[in-house]
């Protein structure tokens, strides 16, 4: 029988997304916090100097995905145009989710 304790990391992943489009300076980092933090997600949202916003999260595997269908949904502040998303092992060592 499979436990659905917060210990449990079967179906824990490593999301890793680049988010494309006009998504910095518009709030669009503050909302994927919030959306990550209701979603019991921890890492973190980062601008790149190329006008990108990197997300790392982890955590299970079913709510990493609901994070990139909210992304992905065209409800968040900005514009995204395309996500490209990687899904890995998780790495653990982060707490919290954060905006850089």
Known sequence: MASDSPGDTADTIRLTAWVHGHV???G???WT????LELGLVGSATNHSDGRVLIVAEGPEAACGQLV???EAGQSPGRVDTVV???SAPRGGLSGFVER
């Open 24 to 26: 910095q300076v518009v």
């Open 28 to 30: 669009f980092r503050w």
């Open 33 to 36: 916090r919030a959306r990550a």
């Open 69 to 71: 269908d909210l992304i």
């Open 85 to 87: 998303v990687d899904r």
